[in-house]
């Protein structure tokens, strides 16, 4: 299983508190504070050009050109 932030999060309140993994599981969880994915650029272009074609009437090519020219 791979390293992730919640683990690392569950690892040092286990740590700190000297509860048990399933108790310091619970509270990391219970916090709400999961570390969201970032979305790629093109992530953005694709999600922005989809919302133009939508709701604008925009073709395909035409939203993409416009929304990659503002995404940084």
């Known amino acids: 299983m791979p390293v992730t ?30 570390v969201a994915r970032r979305e790629t650029k093109q992530e953005t272009v694709l999600r922005r050009a989809v919302a133009l074609m939508r709701w604008r009437g ?3 090519s035409k939203a993409i050109d416009l929304v990659a020219d503002s995404v940084e």
């Open 58 to 60: 925009v073709c395909w």
């Open 5 to 34: 932030d919640f683990m690392i999060r569950v690892e040092k309140l286990q740590q700190e508190t000297g509860c048990t993994r399933e108790h310091a599981m619970q509270a990391v969880a219970a916090t709400g504070q999961q």
